[in-house]
């Protein structure tokens, strides 16, 4: 079940569209994770070539056989370095579907989620050393009501951090489990899941710093991407979504355009459509973890509008 679940591209036919995909083009996957997005761009080049990264060890299980193909068993937050080894400088599209695989929340081991009694985890590259459960043993409760705050927003997240710090000073959190008996009767009975989501939705960001690696990846993808190029973006939430619509926007993470001195528009990127695109309830049936998917697609331009 886990393998199929993983094998569920979101959003599949509209990112590769949003491609717009040449046949000879190069195009980069920066998050391969069960392969489905890495398989129809493949379907869609002849000549072409397409780089994929992921973090995650258990991805290089899901590798394709095709010499068209390479995967590069690293965080995307490098991939630009990792192009020019491999003598790429420019390439023709870019792929980002951002957030945790159906495989990593479905496998008890990892301690992504709260239905599982499991150790607390929620690393994705699982040779990394700090795991949610050390983050929870060395933060203080300042530090902590941060990230519950950033990271989950929370309203009260000081509270929540209280309430943690409180029961891991009396039994130490170690545990999915843990976690979220130390905060239940915190939330309403009917938003208690959706509550328990976001606590464990900060510190998964957190473990894995998910924000810096984003901002560093966007932040690549003007240098890399050929005027034309289009760069692709499916999110999660709404952290995410906010800095992928900003730097889509304005070349930045606040939104803010920049002018020259003639009043003209100096943006790497002019958004393709208007709004992001959402799955149909078509998909959501299939796939209810779609649900939250938001996709948004950007074309590089020379910088001046």
Do not use: C, W
């Not at 309830?281 to 973890?289: A, K």
């Amino acid at each position: 079940m886990i393998a199929e679940k993983y094998h569920i591209p979101v959003l599949l036919g509209e990112s590769i569209a949003g491609l717009a995909i040449r046949p000879a083009g190069i195009y980069v996957d920066l998050t391969f994770g069960g392969g489905g997005h890495a398989k129809e761009i493949l379907r869609k080049l002849k000549a072409g070539r397409l780089v994929a990264f992921d973090r995650d060890p258990a991805a290089a299980g899901q590798t394709i056989n095709d010499n068209r193909f390479q995967l590069i068993p690293h965080n995307y937050r490098y991939f630009s370095y990792y192009l020019q080894y491999l003598g790429i400088q420019k390439v023709d599209g870019i792929l980002a579907d951002l957030g945790v695989s159906s495989r990593q929340f479905d496998d008890p081991e990892r301690g992504f989620s709260f239905r599982y009694d499991a150790d607390l985890d929620m690393r994705m590259n699982t040779v990394g050393t700090v795991r949610a459960a050390d983050l929870i043993d060395q933060m203080t409760a300042e530090e902590m009501t941060q990230i519950l705050r950033q990271y989950g927003e929370l309203n009260r997240a000081d509270r929540i951090a209280g309430r943690i710090i409180h029961r891991h000073e009396i039994h130490p959190i170690k545990t999915t489990g843990d976690l979220a008996d130390a905060v239940r009767g915190l939330f309403p009975k009917n938003q208690e899941n959706k509550m328990l989501a976001k606590v464990f939705q900060a510190f998964r960001i957190a473990v894995n710093d998910e924000q810096n690696s984003l901002r560093e990846m966007l932040m690549q993808t003007s240098a890399v991407l050929r005027s034309g190029g289009r760069l692709v973006v499916i999110s999660y939430h709404s952290l995410e979504d906010r800095l992928v619509k900003n730097f889509m926007r304005a070349g930045n993470f606040t939104g803010s355009i920049q002018t020259d001195l003639r009043g003209n528009r100096r943006v790497p990127f002019v958004p393709v459509g208007r709004k992001a695109i959402q799955p149909g309830t078509d998909e959501t049936d299939r796939n209810p973890r779609a649900r939250s998917a938001r996709l948004r697609i950007a074309e590089r331009t020379d910088m001046i509008t």
